[in-house]
């Protein structure tokens, strides 16, 4: 791995575990975190042990951690985190192996034609080439 | 001094204390909010992983926070047979999960080409239909991507995208057959209560043929090891379909439509495709693949308490375990090996928990000589299928399941 790279990951690793312990943080504040549902042993019986599971007749409910973890810094950061994390948090991008130009492309090909990225087409090389830049091969 | 200040320095004030140590943020009784500083690395680049403890959950590795991506740590398979449900892994594909569920307003509507729709409770659905249990293995069609060479994109998931459970719920085939399948019904479609964030995302859809859908195994579960499902693995009600890959085991169902013609829909149609090829081994860069639906699981074992880089002492004898299965049928024989292959012994195997369930197995070790030593394990499943000795490639990185190995030195 490059040294840049490292250094991104790195800073990438720190800013999500920023944005982890922020968000838990402020949803402990809040208050919003409800106890969770019934916990499991660490070992489960036997088959034809398990007993029927009682009817739940209460509302059930749960607040997920929120990431606050950006895209690292570079030509293109602004767009990829604007365009990138609109679906999903920035690990989906920050842990994929290192990747060709072509292969980011099709990536972005995939978010842009089948699940609907907003991305217009004359952006699309230079989030390539960010992705490439930061995380290429 | 905020609370998310007080846990800040209390946790570096810990992790300066104890190094790697968990750092429970949670506070007392809340138990279900801890940002963990232990890492696990994979076992390929770009590979530590966090551990985070998400709602309803114990430590899982985080892969991805939104929508979210939870791999379950290889120790947990060591404890038993049975996942527990809060080590289960965790896999959504669009961001919009419904947060709060009412179990009471919650329906099941059967609908398309049949005689009777239905809409279900799940008062209806318990009490309506004779109980099924059945132990079936879940797993991601791309678990161990991670150890595709070359790498391909994609989650980059280790070994634990995978869980074992009891799952007790109604047969599919009751519920549909009271709903009614109309002459020329081709396939049963599936939905759940999660959609994507912009419109044009295609909603994650799944079908199976209506043979399969109605063989009296394929299920609808409302409980998961004898508890409510967790929210993260399909609260209130989740499909199984016991030995195929866990694409199809649509979480939080609530929507079953029953086709006249085959699902063109992304989710069937473009996306889980792998090469129709043995195996669905290609070579990279291979051109002129037809590509079908993934469907049916393949024979893995792992060894589960003996990890690489372990020190093993020459001359004593020691337990290896871990455990397998068949894919989509039982296990009938595990096979273990210490010296890279070259003389295999037939490992003792556990209770049998059901031909889809993970099979606990033993074998006795005694190293001889000092040094380096490489420790496999494969299972034979019941069909005579073997775990290959070279791992598969496509491009989807889906279905590895070559043999693994463990490097250990001995003293």
Same mark, same amino acid.
């Given at each position: ?36 549902g019934p916990l499991m042993p660490g070992l489960i019986p036997a088959a034809g042990a398990a007993a029927p599971a009682p009817a739940r ?28 994390? +609109? ?36 952006? +699309? ?8 830049? +930061?995380?290429?091969? | ?55 309803q959950k114990q430590?899982l ?11 379950t740590p290889l120790e947990v398979f060591d404890r038993g047979v049975f996942t527990p449900n809060d080590r289960f892994y ?36 318990r009490?309506?239909f004779e109980r099924f249990q059945i132990a079936a293995v879940n797993q ?19 070994n634990g995208?995978m869980g074992n459970a009891q799952w007790t719920g109604v047969r ?44 009296g195994e394929v299920m609808l579960a409302y409980a998961m090891n004898g508890a409510p499902l967790p929210?993260?693995n399909g609260y209130?009600?989740r499909l199984v379909v016991p030995g195929w890959?866990a694409?199809?085991w649509?979480?939080?169902? &609530?929507? @079953? ?7 063109? &829909? ?15 081994? @290609? ?6 693949? &037809? ?6 699981m393949?024979p893995r074992s792992f060894i589960t308490n ?13 337990e290896i375990r871990g455990i397998a299965f068949g894919g989509d049928t039982g296990i009938a024989k595990v096979m273990f ?9 037939e490992a003792r195997l556990g209770a049998d928990h059901g031909k889809y369930s993970f099979r606990q197995w033993t074998a006795s ?12 394990v494969?299972a034979i499943n019941s ?10 490639? &496509? ?17």
């Amino acid at each position: 791995m490059r040294p840049e790279h490292r250094r991104i990951r790195a800073r990438c690793g720190l800013l999500l575990s920023v944005g982890l312990l922020l968000s838990v943080g402020l949803l402990l504040s809040a208050g919003l975190l409800l106890p969770a549902g019934p916990l499991m042993p660490g070992l489960i019986p036997a088959a034809g042990a398990a007993a029927p599971a009682p009817a739940r007749t209460a509302t059930v409910s749960i607040q997920l951690p929120v990431s606050n973890a950006v895209l690292p810094p570079g030509n293109g950061a602004e767009l990829a985190n604007a365009q990138c994390l +609109i679906c999903h948090s920035a690990e989906m991008v920050t842990l994929q192996p290192p990747l060709t130009l072509k292969e980011w492309t099709a990536e972005i090909a995939k978010m842009r034609n089948t699940y609907g990225a907003p991305l217009p087409a004359q952006q +699309i090389e230079l989030l390539a080439s960010y992705l490439h830049g +930061i995380d290429g091969r | 001094m905020s609370r998310f200040h007080e846990h800040a320095s209390e946790m570096s004030r810990r992790t300066f204390l104890e190094g790697a140590g968990r750092i429970g943020l949670g506070v007392a009784g809340a138990g279900s909010a801890v940002a963990l500083a232990r890492g696990t690395d994979l076992g390929f680049a770009n590979g530590m992983r966090q551990e985070v403890v998400f709602p309803q959950k114990q430590p899982l590795l985080l892969q991805r926070t939104r929508p979210p991506l939870l791999e379950t740590p290889l120790e947990v398979f060591d404890r038993g047979v049975f996942t527990p449900n809060d080590r289960f892994y965790v896999r959504w594909h669009l961001a919009q999960i419904p947060n709060v569920i009412d179990p009471v307003a919650f329906r099941l509507k059967i609908r398309g080409h049949v005689r009777r729709p239905l809409e279900l409770s799940l008062d209806e659905l318990r009490n309506g239909f004779e109980r099924f249990q059945i132990a079936a293995v879940n797993q991601c069609s791309g678990n161990s991507r991670g150890f595709f060479d070359p790498r391909v994109p994609g989650a980059q998931w280790g070994n634990g995208a995978m869980g074992n459970a009891q799952w007790t719920g109604v047969r599919l085939r009751d519920v549909l057959e009271r709903a009614g399948l109309r002459a020329g019904a081709v396939q049963v479609r599936f939905n759940g209560l999660d959609a994507g964030l912009i419109p044009q995302t295609p909603d994650f859809l799944k079908s199976l043929d209506t043979d399969h859908a109605a063989d009296g195994e394929v299920m609808l579960a409302y409980a998961m090891n004898g508890a409510p499902l967790p929210v993260l693995n399909g609260y209130p009600l989740r499909l199984v379909v016991p030995g195929w890959f866990a694409t199809y085991w649509v979480k939080m169902l &609530n929507d @079953i439509e029953v086709l006249r013609q085959r699902d063109d &829909n992304f989710w069937m149609a473009k996306a889980y495709l792998i090469p129709d090829t043995p195996a669905a081994n @290609i070579t990279p860069g291979q051109q002129g693949i &037809n590509m079908i639906p993934i469907s049916r699981m393949v024979p893995r074992s792992f060894i589960t308490n003996v990890h690489a880089g372990a020190t093993l002492s020459v001359g004593r004898t020691t337990e290896i375990r871990g455990i397998a299965f068949g894919g989509d049928t039982g296990i009938a024989k595990v096979m273990f090996t210490a010296d890279g292959g070259r003389r295999w012994q037939e490992a003792r195997l556990g209770a049998d928990h059901g031909k889809y369930s993970f099979r606990q197995w033993t074998a006795s070790l005694r190293l001889a000589a000092p040094g380096a030593h490489t420790l496999m394990v494969k299972a034979i499943n019941s069909a005579g299928v073997t775990q290959p000795e070279r791992a598969n490639w &496509n491009g989807s990185g889906f279905m590895r399941n070559v043999i693994e190995s463990v490097a250990v030195h001995a003293t």
